[in-house]
């Protein structure tokens, strides 16, 4: 759709408005803009402009002026017409049974002059390539341009010679092919027997206007959209008639186009305005969006730098009300009740539309489009811990175990199912539970190795267990639940070792399989006490384990903080073979790992300039030390002390003083030192010898 600059500055006040930065708030707001053309001889500028499907409402002079005037805040200066026209509009009865039309006005008027068009009438339609004809033609190509709407004027003395009866206006239904050969039924409006038009199609061009007309019917109308669809979709067959229905402007504006074509007409033809006849379906029910406030800031993000840079409510308010919105705040729940205005109900019907209007007249260019500031200490505990983990992986691979990976969900047959999370509505019976030990599914791939003849199984899996809280099991009130990040492991060796060449392969015993978790342990830096335990259930986390376990080969391992941490154990017996197995909670047994980093170190980059030295003799009392003297130096607000050493210490036993040498290095990372550095580097050791100069 083309727009004219020149056009759009009598309706919106553009005045100190670059068009540059006007055509970046257009595009920045969902719009494209081309096809820019400069005419100096008018001092214009005409160019196109594309929008999405849903905002047909902007394709009109008046409608993109409106949209400017939310996005700059700039105020509108259009005039509304209908206070300059006082007339009364007769009730116009039309079929009950029609679908085609949402309103319809007629309005006569007669002993005009049907001339050329004011020269400022035909460049404006030159800018838009249409060609003038006359004033009457004119005018309605202006007013489709200007407020996208469909208002089209007859010669009356065409439809008939002698004074019109209304009431032979009629709109039914019609089996005329005037479109196609097809026969299909089309919404006509007729004058006794003479059609005038075919609803959204079609116009009788018998009817159409000249030079020499001077009485007219003026006919506007606003097309169902739905209807002229169907209609096309049907008969496979579009017309540039039906074209401007689909883009017609806003149905609010529909009064205002007509009043301003019968003030245009009356202006330049200068004829006698007759009766009102109008027929109006009603339209507009109140839509109302409830949004909330934290909704808007989830999804739009931070507007501003710092951490608390969300929109506030005030901005809110005043972006909702610029766009026509009726705002509502309620402080306490902290939701939004916004009414949509009526030239936006075809486009806003959801919270998001709601927001993408925010955004969109605040400027989504303004967003900030980086993630916010994480914290460093999560970050660097969560580092920590994958880290760990991966040193826990390799250290078992390391020792010789595989890792293995199974699905979180198990058929639960065997161990008591008040204990287990169970999932409703499974897929399968074999998906009932959520597992509440890895432990199972590890015997599980035990087995199957078994089944392929694979007796030597080393493995473990790090994943996740899904507990119910126990101390809630018996209670009347929901149970719940948690899960835990867990270490467990398999081990069965059939031929381990042997005593010397001679002798034949043995099993992995009890104390081989203690002495590899031992090991992991160890290289982790884990102090840990094994505890033989008499009875499983009086373990907190493994109790679970107890119908698996030979529990005189049980050992539970505990913290150096006499936590439990993890089980270690014998499998009762299968096929013969001797299988142990460990489990862990992990994030127990990471916040067990001791840490050696006992060099307290700080790496600093190194310099490639010169430094500067001064050797400096204070005399100290027993009420200083040597200590608080090198903090003192450091406390010096200067970033080029590199170092400050001590070479030199004795004791005056005639005094009982202390006589210390001290070294201080100064060099900067960046730079050669100047004089103004020396300068000040003097006047800070002068301050230091002028304290501590005497005992």
Not at 93 to 98: A, F, M, Q, R, T
Not at 141 to 151: D, N, T
Not at 452 to 470: A, D, P, R, S, T
Request: net charge positive.
């Amino acid at each position: 759709m083309k727009f004219s600059l020149r056009w759009l500055q009598q309706i919106v006040d553009l005045n100190g408005i670059k068009f540059s930065f006007l055509v970046d708030k257009l595009n920045v707001s969902g719009f494209e803009v081309d096809n820019i053309i400069r005419d100096p001889y008018v001092n214009d500028i005409v160019f196109d402009l594309t929008t999405t499907a849903n905002r047909q409402d902007v394709l009109s002079v008046v409608g993109l002026a409106r949209e400017i005037s939310s996005l700059l805040n700039r105020p509108l200066m259009y005039k509304l017409y209908r206070d300059s026209i006082t007339t009364y509009i007769n009730s116009f009865s039309l079929s009950e049974k029609n679908i085609s039309l949402l309103d319809l006005s007629l309005v006569q008027i007669y002993r005009l002059n049907n001339t050329l068009s004011p020269l400022w009438l035909q460049y404006y339609l030159i800018s838009h390539n249409i060609k003038p004809l006359n004033l009457l033609i004119d005018i309605s190509e202006y007013i489709y341009l200007k407020w996208g709407q469909l208002i089209h004027i007859f010669d009356k003395k065409k439809i008939h010679s002698l004074q019109l009866n209304y009431s032979l206006f009629s709109l039914h239904k019609t089996n005329n092919n005037l479109l196609s050969s097809q026969n299909v039924e089309l919404e006509v409006l007729k004058y006794d027997s003479l059609i005038l038009s075919a609803i959204g199609f079609y116009i009788n061009p018998r009817i159409q206007c000249d030079l020499l007309t001077n009485s007219i019917i003026i006919f506007g109308q606003v097309c169902n959209k739905k209807y002229i669809k169907s209609v096309q979709k049907f008969l496979n067959l579009s017309t540039d008639l039906s074209k401007k229905c689909l883009n017609q402007g806003l149905r609010s504006d529909f009064v205002n186009a007509l009043y301003e074509t019968i003030q245009l007409i009356k202006s330049f033809g200068y004829g006698t305005l007759g009766k009102f006849y109008g027929c109006h379906r009603l339209h507009y029910i109140p839509k109302i969006i409830f949004l909330e406030a934290g909704m808007i800031h989830n999804v739009l993000g931070f507007a501003r730098s710092n951490l608390s840079g969300y929109l506030t409510i005030q901005e809110i308010i005043h972006i909702l009300e610029s766009l026509n919105f009726i705002t509502i705040y309620y402080e306490s729940k902290k939701i939004f009740k916004i009414q949509v205005p009526i030239n936006r109900q075809e486009d806003i019907k959801r919270p998001i539309d709601v927001i993408e209007e925010i955004g969109r007249v605040y400027g989504f260019n303004k967003f900030i489009s980086r993630l916010p500031v994480v914290n460093n200490n999560n970050l660097s505990v969560h580092n920590r811990l994958v880290n760990k983990i991966s040193q826990i992986r390799c250290l078992l691979r390391y020792l010789g175990l595989h890792e293995v990976q199974n699905y979180s969900f198990y058929d639960n047959l065997i161990s008591n199912s008040k204990t287990e999370v169970k999932v409703f509505n499974p897929l399968g019976q074999d998906q009932s539970f959520l597992r509440s030990s890895l432990i199972d599914q590890l015997v599980i791939n035990q087995q199957d190795n078994f089944k392929q003849g694979n007796k030597n199984v080393e493995i473990f899996e790090i994943g996740k267990i899904f507990k119910l809280n126990k101390s809630n099991i018996r209670s009347d009130y929901i149970v719940t639940s948690f899960e835990c990040l867990y270490l467990s492991g398999l081990i069965t060796n059939t031929s381990f070792l042997r005593r010397s060449w001679s002798h034949k392969p043995e099993s992995l015993s009890w104390f081989h399989a203690k002495g590899i978790i031992e090991e992991l342990l160890d290289r982790l830096h884990v102090v840990t006490v094994w505890k033989q335990i008499n009875d499983l259930n009086e373990s907190s986390s493994f109790f679970n384990l107890k119908r698996l376990l030979k529990i005189n080969r049980t050992a539970i391992i505990y913290s150096i903080g006499n936590q439990e941490i993890g089980i270690f154990g014998q499998l009762h017996n299968y096929y013969g073979i001797s299988t142990y197995i460990f489990e862990f909670d992990l994030i127990k047994l990471v916040a067990s790992i001791t840490s050696l980093n006992h060099i307290n170190s700080i790496v600093y980059p190194y310099s490639y300039y010169p430094s500067l030295t001064r050797d400096i003799s204070l005399t100290l009392s027993k009420l200083h030390t040597i200590h608080s003297v090198k903090q003192q130096i450091l406390s010096f607000d200067n970033s080029l002390i590199e170092s400050v050493e001590v070479f030199n210490n004795y004791k005056n036993k005639s005094t009982n003083c202390y006589n210390v040498g001290l070294r201080i290095i100064y060099r900067a990372y960046d730079r050669t030192l100047n004089y103004h550095d020396i300068n000040r580097i003097d006047k800070e050791i002068g301050c230091l010898l002028s304290k501590y100069r005497s005992c």
